[in-house]
């Protein structure tokens, strides 16, 4: 399979929730998390909601990295789109479970735009279920 | 199954080349794609690529839209991902199999931060594949 971007769908649960309404900090986290990567930073946008819950995107020259926060549930959502061969997109994985203190994750790796085989579905390569011994 | 959030993962194939390459008909498309669903824009943010391809997002209230595309195989990989019930993602999804005129296309739902299983992984609603008449 010949895929044109790796697309990582990252689920942290039980994080400080605290830390999912700091929007610096989540700003911070994801850049960082884009250096981790090897990626190149092209642009950033971060929103603060009101009561709670920060939005933001990393756009990277390798695609993105986006964050949802809902701090009421301890739970983000972070997905993490690379092209090319350049980068390492599970560092940046990693990196954000770490720093985000997530007690429980789970990480979903799909292949998009395949080519050469007729489906162009993304592919899911694997999904992995983590807590914090 | 109460999803915190609807992740519609669209791949879009065999795409003119010319509209895949025009960063301002991309910017318009997933702007109006946006107003389609009924979401609120908070800010946008496209860049071009060298020697071609486009990647760009709009921010909406309710979460995001995204879009890359690689002209050279007519492909597309779009991202709406959107919280709460005030929206209708799938709308803002047609609009852009139309819009971007692709000839074949695969479009996955999957839900992000259900409450209520054990399970945090992304779950899969169903996977729809569309060719043009």
Redesign the interface.
Same mark, same amino acid.
């Given at each position: 399979m010949n895929a044109? #971007?790796t &697309?990582l769908?990252l689920?942290l649960?039980d994080c400080d929730k605290e830390v999912l309404n700091n929007l610096n900090f989540l700003q911070d986290s994801l850049l960082a998390a884009a250096s981790e990567a090897g990626a190149t930073v092209?642009?950033e946008?971060f &929103?603060h909601?009101h009561p709670q819950g920060v939005?933001g995107?990393v756009?990277i020259?390798e695609? %993105?990295l986006?964050i949802?926060t809902?701090p009421e %549930?301890g739970?983000a959502?972070v997905?993490i789109?690379t092209?090319g061969d350049s980068t390492q997109p599970k560092k940046a994985a990693r990196f954000l479970i770490e720093k985000l203190q997530a007690e #429980? &994750?789970?990480l979903?790796e799909?292949q998009?735009?395949i080519?050469a085989i007729s489906?162009?579905?993304?592919a899911a390569r694997g999904?992995e &279920?983590g807590h914090r011994p």
């Amino acid at each position: 399979m010949n895929a044109l #971007g790796t &697309h990582l769908l990252l689920d942290l649960k039980d994080c400080d929730k605290e830390v999912l309404n700091n929007l610096n900090f989540l700003q911070d986290s994801l850049l960082a998390a884009a250096s981790e990567a090897g990626a190149t930073v092209l642009g950033e946008s971060f &929103h603060h909601f009101h009561p709670q819950g920060v939005s933001g995107v990393v756009i990277i020259a390798e695609s %993105h990295l986006f964050i949802h926060t809902w701090p009421e %549930h301890g739970y983000a959502a972070v997905d993490i789109f690379t092209c090319g061969d350049s980068t390492q997109p599970k560092k940046a994985a990693r990196f954000l479970i770490e720093k985000l203190q997530a007690e #429980g &994750h789970s990480l979903m790796e799909l292949q998009r735009g395949i080519q050469a085989i007729s489906s162009i579905a993304p592919a899911a390569r694997g999904i992995e &279920h983590g807590h914090r011994p």
